[in-house]
Structures are given as C-alpha cells and as structure tokens.
C-alpha cells in the first residue's frame, strides 16, 4: 500500500479558498526547511512508499517504532522488487512496506472488510474530487471512492464558501484532467475584471486592469474567478454515481502487505464543526436538506466502517490526520495571519461593486471583494496577529480558533473562528 498526500490547492490554479467559510479558512505556506526539502512545494502530507525509500536490513527493519502495529507484531523481510506493480494488487502493497507501519496477514482491528478499493481518497475538497476524477479517466474501471466526514452538500439555493481563482496554466490543468471541467469552469465563472484599489477612508489609490484578452492572446486562457460552490459542483457532476462518501468520519488505518486497511465511523448528526481543514478538507459545507437532489457522485449508502485499499491519498487538508500518523510532525505553525471568508448575494450587499474587484487597503489589514457569476460577492478579511491583538483578540493554536483576550472588553460581535497555519515540508 502506498500513503501519497496532495496539496489542498485547485490543480495550477490559486485556490483562495481551502476551507472557504464566512468563519474558518487555512492559510498554507510550506516553506522548505532545506535545499533538498523544497522540491515537493506545498504538501500536507506526502509519503511515497517504495523499496528504496530505506535501505536496511530485516533486523533493524524490525526494530522500527511504528503507530501502526500493535504491540509484539514483527515485520518479516521485505520481498524483493519484482515487475511494475498494478494499483491494489500485493506488489504494490508489498512497495510500500518499505517504510514503518505494515505486516503479513489477518485483518487489523478486528472487524470485517465492508469494502473493496484501489484508491480510497481521503476528503472530498476540490483537491479529492479532482485526484478522483484523474485517476477515474485515466483508469475507468479502478475502484476509486472518496470519503469524507462533512454532510452531502446543499442545493443551489444554499451556496457555500468563497472563491477560487484559476490563471490560465490552472484552466489547462483542468482541461488536462477532464475537458469537461474547462468548459464547466468557463461556463460557471467569471473573467478577469478590472480591481480598484482604496484606502481605508474609501479614496480610490489606482485601477489595476485585468485584460482577459490580452491573457487570453498571451498564455491561450483567460483568468477566472469561480465560486467554491460551483467548481466542487462541477466536479461531482462528472465523477461516477456513487463515488463520494459523505458523513464518513476517518477513524485511523493499517497498512498491510496485502492492502491498507482504512477504518471509518459515521459522523455524527449535526457534530460537525470545521477548524479550518481536518478530514475533508473542503470548504465548510451547509448540510443537504430533506428536499435537495444530491448529484449521482453522492452515494446513498450508509457508511463502511472498514475499507481495505491498494492505495490510501491524503486529501484532508493542512490539519490532515493522516499525516499526523505518517509523518509524526503534529500541526502546522501558525503564521500570524488570520484570514475570514465568505459569500453574499449581491442585493444584501449594495454598497460591494458586482461589475469589478475591491481591495481596502490599510497597515495590518485588508479587505477584499471578489465578483461571482449569478451575482453574489465573495468576500476576504486579513489581519494580522498584533493587529488582531490591537482588536483583543488572539488565534488559540489549540483550539485553531480566533478568541477575546480577557483583559479587553468585548465588541459587540460575539465571535469568530478560523485558522492561519504555515508548515515545512516533510522530508520522509
């Protein structure tokens, strides 16, 4: 089995949003910590298995601390490298074992296998929505599943998160995985708009003109800017029915010789509360009512509780716990940059332009509105930590929440939420 981590990030594009809710948002800046640690770029969790990842013999193997393996289990000798293995089968598992956390035979914590996978996808962000419908074109007949712990999205009438903007070598990734998504990109959003930039007192400083043409002459796609909503829409229409699990709580895995072993419980019933990114690291959905069609991505099935797969990817965001198991490195550092996002419609929103972008600029502190087909506005407020301080209030790198400092007499707002997080890249 393989563990491989992708970055919470629309493929090519700046995604604005990795968690884009009026109240949590991630903030990553994986800085590397070394000339060889920069070569992955932003990643929250990546970890390639392969036999030449770590040359030791079986002795030594053996002795390796691992959180996988209940206590007094040995690993035996690894097999040697054999042909070019094909996803979920034993070859490929056996690769994988190179690094601490697998063993030959039995099924780990006891239960029965519910389901049978090449790839299961951990968090249905744009990032898992996208890496599954990749590997779905690519191989239409792999078992892909995508599971994450939110419920099954709302109906158009309840749109959630913020933006995405997409430069042009982000429209070509999209084309590259699905000709299909370009086209629902170009269809759902919106080209690039002039930004006015203002002082804090409403002043206009200068226009910055966005020429969609000229970008459109230069790198052969425009700029666009698309509602969270819409592209993690776009991107269910085209999965295959029954491809994503909502309300699947992520509970832990195994690996094994033969597979990994994924363990799942079902979310409970109104107990989610997203900080900014954990296990289906998307943007904070509003949950499905009674009357609302889910796309045919969506399965109606009740959650397994146990998934053995080929292959597990890690696509739950900059607090993935999956990397928390394989990589052991915690939570990512906090980076003194709190930022708030969301949507409005238009009409409760009059004095926000809709025919162009705003930036309010002041030290410190930022605000941003962002256009949206259909004529809502999505919205971006930054601030920096002594800024935020200066406000009293403070980010709880415990809690990844935004709270009152004690000493300081509250405003009448009662609270905000949300997390700003930086991370080096792992080098295992």
Same mark, same amino acid.
């Given at each position: ?10 493929? =090519? ?11 949590? *948002? ?13 070569? =992955? ?12 990842? *770590? ?158 043409? =000229? ?12 509602? !969270? ?38 979310? *409970? ?70 930022? !708030? ?18 930036? !309010? ?15 809502? *506005?999505? !919205? ?49």
């Amino acid at each position: 089995m393989a563990t491989l981590g992708l970055q919470q990030t629309a493929a =090519g594009g700046r995604c604005d949003a990795a968690t884009r809710s009026p109240e949590d *948002v991630a903030h990553l800046d994986q800085r590397p910590s070394n000339a060889n640690g920069g070569a =992955g770029g932003k990643q929250a969790a990546a970890a390639r298995r392969g036999h030449g990842d *770590v040359r030791r013999d079986a002795a030594a193997s053996a002795a390796i601390e691992t959180p996988f393996l209940e206590p007094g289990i040995q690993r035996p000798p690894l097999p040697a490298a054999a042909a070019t293995p094909v996803p979920g089968s034993a070859v490929a598992a056996s690769r994988a074992s190179s690094v601490a956390g697998t063993a030959a035979g039995g099924v780990p914590y006891s239960g029965k296998v519910d389901l049978e996978l090449e790839v299961a996808v951990l968090g249905a962000g744009i990032t898992g929505l996208a890496t599954a419908l990749a590997l779905k074109r690519v191989h239409p007949r792999l078992r892909v599943k995508v599971f994450d712990r939110r419920p099954p999205p709302s109906g158009p009438d309840r749109k959630y998160g913020s933006y995405c903007r997409l430069e042009p070598n982000g429209l070509r990734a999209a084309a590259a995985i699905d000709p299909r998504l370009r086209s629902l990109i170009l269809r759902h959003g919106l080209r690039a708009r002039p930004v006015l930039i203002h002082d804090t007192d409403g002043s206009l400083i200068t226009r910055l003109e966005e020429r969609g043409s =000229g970008a459109l002459r230069r790198f052969g796609e425009p700029y666009v800017t698309i509602g !969270w909503y819409e592209l993690e829409q776009a991107l269910l229409t085209l999965l295959p029915p029954g491809t994503v699990q909502y309300n699947a709580q992520y509970a832990g895995h195994r690996e094994r010789d033969d597979a990994t072993y994924v363990l799942f419980r079902p979310s *409970v019933p109104g107990g989610f509360r997203p900080t900014g990114g954990g296990p289906g690291g998307g943007a904070a959905a509003v949950a499905a009512r009674p009357g609302d069609k889910p796309a045919p991505a969506v399965s109606s099935g009740p959650c397994p509780s146990l998934v053995r797969a080929g292959f597990l990817v890690a696509c739950d965001g900059p607090f993935s716990e999956v990397r928390k198991r394989v990589v052991r490195d915690g939570d990512p550092q906090y980076d003194g940059v709190v930022k !708030w996002l969301g949507r409005l419609p238009g009409d409760d929103v009059p004095s926000l332009p809709l025919d162009f972008n705003a930036v !309010w600029l002041s030290p410190g502190r930022t605000f941003l509105s962002h256009s949206l087909a259909g004529g809502d *506005v999505a !919205w971006e407020a930054v601030v920096t930590d002594p800024d935020l301080r200066e406000l009293g209030f403070r980010y709880n790198t415990a809690t990844k929440h935004v709270e009152r400092l004690a000493a300081v007499t509250p405003p009448t707002v009662d609270s905000f939420r949300s997390a700003s997080v930086a991370r080096e890249p792992s080098t295992k």
